[in-house]
């Protein structure tokens, strides 16, 4: 029973191989042309919040690490 699957799996990847190559994708770019702007916008937003949040959490391990020195 198993060899059903052995034969199933390079028919598979066949369809999904055609289906690959055979789509249109001359305008695959040519729909977000006028949202890049705000695409940059909404990335740049995020790399700010994210350097804020390891600023942060940078900031929390060096006390934890300074605090677990005084114990020890």
Not at 23 to 39: A, F
Not at 55 to 67: C, G, I, M, R, T
Request: net charge negative; glycine share 4%.
């Amino acid at each position: 029973m198993e060899w059903i699957l052995y034969l199933l799996c390079p028919l598979m990847m066949l369809f999904c191989m055609k289906g690959m190559f055979s789509s249109d994708k001359k305008n695959c770019h040519s729909t977000n042309k006028g949202n890049h702007s705000e695409d940059i916008n909404v990335l740049k937003s995020q790399v700010h919040n994210l350097m804020d949040e390891n600023k942060k959490l940078s900031e929390e391990v060096e006390l934890l690490q300074s605090s677990k020195g005084n114990v020890i």
